[in-house]
């Protein structure tokens, strides 16, 4: 009984110091980690949407809550404008999982400057083909207000992969997210902007 | 049907032995005769797919919702130690003969890549249920599959002329090497 | 002096995955580079170092019959511990790994050596151990790694070896030049080997 006793106990003792400690560390750690995730892949991607951007790019994210989900919008400020943004979106219904979208929004012309890819599980092959510039290209110059963002089997303007509906479908989703929100939420994302503070 | 692909890929395309460098301890080690491959074989499907799909359980329904990604390695390994030895006491109760032929490579089974690797995998590729319980048996059934081959072949060795500097585990990872290039082949498939 | 044999032999009868064979897993999988070879090698060295010491202090405390479970869980913090600076620091280098991160815990030379070594010797051998052994893993992965870079893909850590005119040997930097690039290496140490005896003979 003793040594059962001990046993349990040396286990535990050792389960609660390495979850402490690794909590501990995770907590340190997160902010950086965080940043790490953003500059290496929502940035460049965001950059790819918005073409030009300044140097302190990166630096200007911010992220916005609203319905208890977080959105993380990049704007590109220039002279004191808040010119475009390029916006996280997660679109839902895809194969495998949900698929996550970077769009760049025109705030002047209210429309699409481009859409890529940032998070996807879908079957490689077919499934990988909505995330090739070529075919995000269907979303370039689209007007928020005015596209029925779905897929023109559905009666929509957007035309899907052949053969990946699904997936065409997911990303249409998070387009749509997108838009919606920019549509609602445009002055508060402007004020957010030009506050000048990084993070949220 | 694209489960079918799935399934496809998994045994084939990225076959997890021959493609993803998973599993490859094992494999070297018990696949010197077709008896203890097929054993290990059998066994690292039965516990592969379970270990995937408690893990993947796990990762949903507690680390996801209590933001403890960063866990994911412990709570993994943890489960699938766990679950070896559970398997290993219900077989001895249960399937006595079949616990005593696998011997020792049952609880390998812990450390073998294939399966730890599966279930990380599964997660990281953010594979919804139905997608994981196809993902896990396929990528079992591929491991399985390379390691018979892989015995067959070596159960040749034994006949064979080999030089002495090339026997056992040199000349066995060459041919795992030839193995890997002829199924190489099936990317085109996809 | 018994720490600096304890030390060596991880670069010579203990040399990993050569003699050692054990962990080939990460071997075949991240050996596209040296780059990737070495940050591998130096993760799973740390891993090592502390697991060994960490088992080694409490070797009286741990009964017998839980200690693979608690050797399990040491390593795992400790892989944990790497996951996450790498994250946090080396983010290049932690995509490129993948999961081969992670999968250092089942990595069989990091439990083989709590098991065989740590856990019946004091600290400063364990450590000795894990520091020797991890070193000679770090140089076995960076000199596949090289021959995989360098023929594979022309480069070497990322510089250019050859010129614009080299057609690199692609099966290299791919999965069974993997397998069959570590089956020549063992091929010619063990020719070696025989070789020496012979001489000895």
Redesign the interface.
Known sequence: MRDILRMVLVLTAICLLSAFSLTALNEGLAGQIAKQQRDNVQVPRAREVLGETPADFAERYFEIEVDGVSWAVFPRVEGGRCSAIALESTGRGGYAGDVKVIAGVDLESGAILGVRVTQSSETPGIGSRVAEPSYLRVYRGRPLKGTAFSLRAEGGDIEAVSGATRTSAAVVDGVRRAAEFVLAHRDEIVRRALGGQAGS | MDLILLAINAILVKNILLMQYLGNCPFLGTSKRMETALGMGMAVIFTLTLATTITWVVHRAVLVPFKLQYMQTIAFILVIAALVQFVEIFMKKTLPALYLSLGIFLPLITTNCAVFGAALLSVKNDYDFVHMVVFAPASATGFALALVLFAGLRERFRVAHIPGALQDTAIGLITAGLMSLAFLGFKGMT | MRIVKEFGKGFTTHLAPFRL??????V??VTTTVANGIGMGLAATFVLICSNVMVSL?RR???G??R???F???I??F???V???M???F??LS?SLG?FI??I??N?VI?GRAEAFAARNPVHLAAADGLGIGLGFTLSLALIGAIREVLGQGTFLGHGVFGPGFEPFA?LA???????????L???M??Y??FRSRMRA
């Open positions: 064979v054990l962990g080939l897993c990460p075949l999988a409490l405390l741990i009964p019959k839980v693979i479970a608690c399990i869980v040491l795992a913090s892989v944990v511990i996951e996450l600076v994250k946090a620091f983010f290049g995509q999961i992670p999968l815990v089942v069989c439990l099966f791919q999965a069974p030049g993997a397998f069959v690039a570590l089956g020549v063992l091929f010619v063990n020719a080997d025989r």
